[in-house]
């Protein structure tokens, strides 16, 4: 029988549009509804669809709890694109210097797509810190034959309107 609070925050996750207000509604309801988002987020309750677990991590990137940064931090390599996606997102919403070096593993990876690659810049780049710029300027002075993700369209976007103000 699932609790009042896993009841309350799951009716906030099946929301449409997660907004940051979403974010202080969960604060508000303390530690054990941080909890159910994390565990939403990782997927851990059985039958949740994809769209709830999105918003879950989603949410997370606006949620100012100690877990809330330790799931984005495991999310960030999640085999689910959606999820990675998402997870790498909020965690540049967050400014999380703690993943700036599972981000720069992603522009390394021959095996990344072009999208997550294209994310981790932005998430990068609104880090911000000594270390996410050099993981930036490295990849940037990196070439399509080492990762193919490098030479796509995408990335290359991206990395054009990091030079522009």
């Not at 997660?18 to 509604?25: L, Q």
């Not at 809330?68 to 959606?82: G, K, M, S």
Request: charged share 20%; hydrophobic share 45%; proline share 6%.
């Amino acid at each position: 029988m699932p609790t009042e609070t896993e009841v309350r925050v799951m009716k906030i996750l099946t929301a449409i549009e997660i907004t940051p207000a979403a974010a202080e509604k969960i604060k508000t309801m303390g530690s054990e509804a941080v909890t159910v988002v994390a565990e939403a987020a990782l997927g851990t309750y059985p039958g949740l669809r994809l769209k709830v677990r999105t918003n879950a991590v989603g949410l997370l990137g606006w949620v100012d709890h100690p877990q809330a940064a330790e799931t984005l931090a495991l999310l960030v390599n999640d085999p689910n694109p959606d999820v990675a996606i998402r997870a790498i997102r909020a965690t540049g919403r967050r400014r999380d210097e703690g993943v700036v070096s599972k981000l720069a593993q992603i522009l390394t990876n021959p095996s990344s797509t072009p999208i997550l690659a294209a994310e981790a810049v932005k998430a990068l780049r609104a880090i911000g810190s000594a270390a996410a710029m050099a993981a930036l300027s490295t990849y940037e002075a990196s070439s399509p034959q080492q990762t193919a993700h490098r030479g796509s369209a995408v990335v290359r976007d991206v990395l054009a309107r990091r030079r522009t103000p």
